[in-house]
């Protein structure tokens, strides 16, 4: 099967049964995204929302969080995982903020990225939730998934190879929804250890299931021992 009939594949199906996708990410601005998305770094963010309403009453605007030590905010997210970095990174974010971009997000990746704990992924992001930019933050979802159902060559090795053949074949303004695509079918369909096969409605054109159940016909309906 060629890429070019895999995305139009997968932008039916999402289209039809997922047309709106959200981050499961609990927010209610800009700036409450992007500390949420900081703790989000290798951790769940099932994890990152219970511990963000009383780090958002805490510190509700920038200028509060610029005035914290990192001791100070430790103690919000100490269930987070790598607490102390991330306490670091936020402190410094929001002095970041206060000082050079009058209290607001940035809205442009060459922008975010100067903010402590915040790269590429982080930034892309920001951009794609809040101001519906297309970009395609990669983390280790996308990638994986991306990689498994032949959206990109296998010879792509790194998160930035992945992120600009993913937008190089979407269509732009659906870039910022095949983000949240991705990432949800990876995390609770096409899993890392053990993909749900069985439970998949992309086996039809996915690289992966077509390689290793070849005798299972080419058939949206077919599902492992079904």
């Known amino acids: 099967m060629q890429k070019k009939e895999r995305y139009k594949l997968l932008i039916e199906y999402f289209t039809q049964h997922f047309p709106e996708p959200e981050t499961e990410l609990a927010y209610n601005n800009p700036y409450e995204l992007i500390l949420a998305v900081v703790l989000s770094a290798q951790c769940t963010d099932k994890r990152v929302n219970m511990v963000t309403p009383a780090l958002f009453e ?43 971009f009058n209290s607001e997000v940035p809205s442009t990746v060459e922008e975010l990225v100067k903010l402590p704990g915040v790269g590429r992924k982080t930034a892309n992001v920001i951009v794609s939730v809040i101001w519906n930019q297309p970009a395609m933050a990669v983390d280790t979802h996308v990638f994986r998934v991306s990689k498994r159902l032949g959206l990109v060559t296998k ?72």
């Not at 079918?185 to 993909?195: D, K, Q, S």
Request: charged share 25%; hydrophobic share 35%.
């Open 58 to 100: 805490a510190y509700p605007t920038p200028e509060h969080l610029a005035t914290a030590t990192p001791e100070e905010v430790l103690p919000y997210i100490k269930s987070i995982s790598y607490p102390n970095n991330k306490a670091k990174h936020l402190a410094g974010l929001g002095k970041m903020l206060v000082e050079q």
């Open 155 to 226: 010879a792509s090795k790194t998160p930035v190879e992945v992120e600009k053949q993913l937008v190089a074949n979407l269509p732009r303004e659906l870039v910022s929804k095949a983000h949240h695509w991705l990432i949800l079918h990876g995390r609770y369909i096409c899993v890392a250890r053990r993909p749900k096969c069985e439970e998949c409605p992309l086996t039809h054109f996915c690289a992966f299931f077509l390689k290793n159940f070849p005798n299972i016909p080419d058939d949206p309906e077919n599902k492992l021992g079904g």
